[in-house]
């Protein structure tokens, strides 16, 4: 699959949410890093050792698979539920010492949790708190508790670059579909 988003803006991307946190202090005190280590929360023990994130289309090239903390699949899209748009393989990573991961590798979509992009019916871009069905109760979520600006201000511009990219935008565009109308938007 072939992404418009270069490795070097992927990795500006990286340095500019390096900067910026959900909440003053660490967010995985609050909760005991649930979204980093819920194999021991999710409802199916047997899918446990399955928690793990599929990378943007594009984002493998920052990393070079042979990081010793990760295991990784290439599975083809057509395996999975994923925009028809898409063609050819994904990748799968799982974090093989959660929560000890290499915190500057950690995805896009980890490092923007727990805000998700959202495209309205009539193609408006906004952030949501994110609602989707977790194997783990987050705080942030369930408590509301207010997201530092500078964090939100980060992740909206970080998203708004990545659905540049027509692969990352009917991703977007699919799972807004799929969220109820009743979405918390935070901008």
Known sequence: MKSTILKKTYVAIYRLLDRVSPIRGDCGALCGQACCDC??????????????MY???????????????????????????FPDSWRGMVY???????????????????????????????????LILNTDALPYVC????????????FIRATYTVWKRLIKDPLIYDLVKMDSGRRSPNTIIVR
């Open 39 to 52: 194999d021991d929360l999710a409802a199916d023990a047997s899918k446990a050792s399955d928690m793990g």
């Open 55 to 81: 990378l943007l289309p594009g984002e493998e090239k920052v990393y070079t698979r042979r990081e010793d903390w990760l295991t990784w699949s290439v599975d083809p899209v057509e395996y999975y539920d």
């Open 92 to 126: 799968f990573i799982k974090c093989n010492n959660a929560p000890h991961c290499v915190r500057k590798l950690r995805p896009i979509q980890c490092r923007t949790f727990p805000l998700a992009p959202h495209i309205t019916k009539s193609g408006s871009f906004h």
């Open 139 to 150: 705080p942030l979520i369930t408590e509301q508790i207010p997201l530092n600006r500078s």
